[in-house]
């Protein structure tokens, strides 16, 4: 999933730019821990038009009685195209 979220990066940048992006998916131990891997990546076209997304992975699994923690993998991308009035 992390080299898929690469390659979407990658796409998205090729036509507006680089990202301004927070978050780091390279200390694969932390996939397995509470934390998890996660990394948040935004373009900002205009005042009007963003694209940003994320990717959450973990491998973690708790479960004690009424909470359970269950693993994650999502990739998120979200397009914001605000109409004028």
């Known amino acids: 999933m992390i080299k898929k979220y690469y390659k979407l990066v990658d796409e998205i940048s090729k036509k ?6 927070e978050g780091n998916l390279e200390k694969l131990e932390l996939l397995n821990s509470e934390e998890g ?23 973690y699994y708790e479960n004690n009685g009424l909470e359970i923690t269950i693993p994650t993998h999502k990739i998120r991308f ?8």
């Open 16 to 21: 507006y730019g680089d990202s301004k992006y």
């Open 37 to 59: 891997l996660s990394r948040r990546d935004n373009w900002q076209i205009s005042d009007k038009f963003k694209v940003f997304s994320y990717i959450n992975l973990s491998e």
């Open 78 to 85: 979200y397009v914001i195209n605000e109409k004028e009035k």
